[in-house]
């Protein structure tokens, strides 16, 4: 029987994996990391880093591989670029990118050498860690909503302690899509996790409760991930081992109320930089006005 209070100990670093290929979005991504991909005017990681600062977090540790130095860059100053709207009195852009910056000494970037999976990139970041209870971002998976989704498991968390884990719904005939969660007794904003299963057929899945890609995990998952054998396609699964620790570790879900764009595909990509450019009141008006020519434009060709 797992405990169902752990350890309360503030959630004061934070872990967001940014070593991935990018193969999805080829040719774009074979000089550009898939995390730089745009959505409006900000890179994707960026939405990760917002909401992480959002919910308290104090330190993130981005966890790089090859070709991905323009994303530690992009967290730096940059002294000419400055100098140069500077001369242009383009202040407001000026101080738009300063509030950008991380505070000194506030982020730390480690090296996955291997793209031996998500598991092993959590794992990389071990030692700065340390022994305490971290977030981990998925930067793929862009939060939309009225607060930050991490915010939201952040209060979880404060009450129930323990591991905690972000979740939608998804259409019970697609559970085998997704990590899926059996829903126990409700706890606080959420709930008690009773399974996890990597994409179970519907007629299996334990309830239509998938992971999110935002997470609250103790230090303990680090020794898991150390020994976790190899699972599905042949690496080290973050899955598998939160399986293990559920041995001896209670897990909490707390449904986000927004919605979560997989920006890691192109479908959801687009659907981010729709609804990103709708809140916008700069440019909402003249692209929901484009939206509706178009989609008018395709309901007369489909008619035709």
């Known amino acids: 029987m797992?405990?169902?209070i752990g350890t309360m100990k503030k959630v004061r670093k934070a872990v967001i994996p940014v070593a991935g290929l990018g193969t999805r979005f080829l040719p774009a991504t074979k000089s550009m990391p898939k995390e730089m991909l745009p959505v409006v005017d900000r890179p994707v990681v960026q939405y990760a880093v917002d909401e992480a600062l959002e919910a308290g977090i104090e330190h993130i540790v981005f966890v790089t591989g090859r070709n991905k130095a323009v994303i530690e860059d992009y967290f730096d100053l940059h002294p000419e670029l400055v100098g140069t709207l500077e001369q242009a009195g383009k202040v407001d852009q000026i101080r738009s990118l300063e509030s950008l910056l991380p505070v000194p000494g506030a982020t730390s970037f480690t090296r996955q050498q291997a793209p031996h999976g998500l598991g092993h990139a959590v794992w990389c970041a071990r030692d700065i860690i340390g022994d305490e209870p971290f977030a981990l971002l998925l930067p793929d998976m862009v939060s939309f909503g009225k607060r930050?989704?991490?915010?939201?498991?952040?209060?979880?968390?404060?009450?129930?302690?323990?591991?905690?884990?972000?979740?939608?719904?998804?259409?019970?005939?697609?559970?085998?899509?997704?990590?899926?969660?059996?829903?126990?007794p409700d706890v606080g904003s959420g709930f008690e996790v009773t399974a996890m299963v990597e994409k179970p057929a519907p007629a299996q899945a334990p309830s239509n409760f998938y992971i999110n890609g935002r997470y609250i995990l103790q230090p303990e998952i680090f020794n898991l991930l150390g020994t976790q054998k190899r699972g599905a396609g042949g690496e080290i699964q973050l899955t598998d081992a939160m399986v293990r620790l559920a041995a001896s570790q209670a897990f909490f879900a707390r449904p986000f109320n927004g919605r979560m764009f997989d920006c890691g595909s192109k479908e959801g990509f687009i659907q981010?930089?729709?609804?990103?450019?709708?809140k916008r009141a700069d440019i909402r008006d003249s692209v929901l006005d484009a939206i509706r020519e178009m989609v008018a434009e395709q309901d007369h060709v489909v008619a035709a």
Request: proline letters at 2%; one cysteine or more; a negative charge.
């Open 2 to 4: 797992s405990e169902r």
């Open 148 to 184: 930050g989704c991490l915010a939201e498991i952040m209060d979880l968390h404060a009450v129930s302690g323990g591991n905690v884990i972000a979740v939608e719904q998804c259409d019970p005939s697609e559970t085998n899509k997704y990590g899926i969660v059996g829903k126990g």
């Open 272 to 278: 981010a930089n729709v609804a990103f450019a709708l």
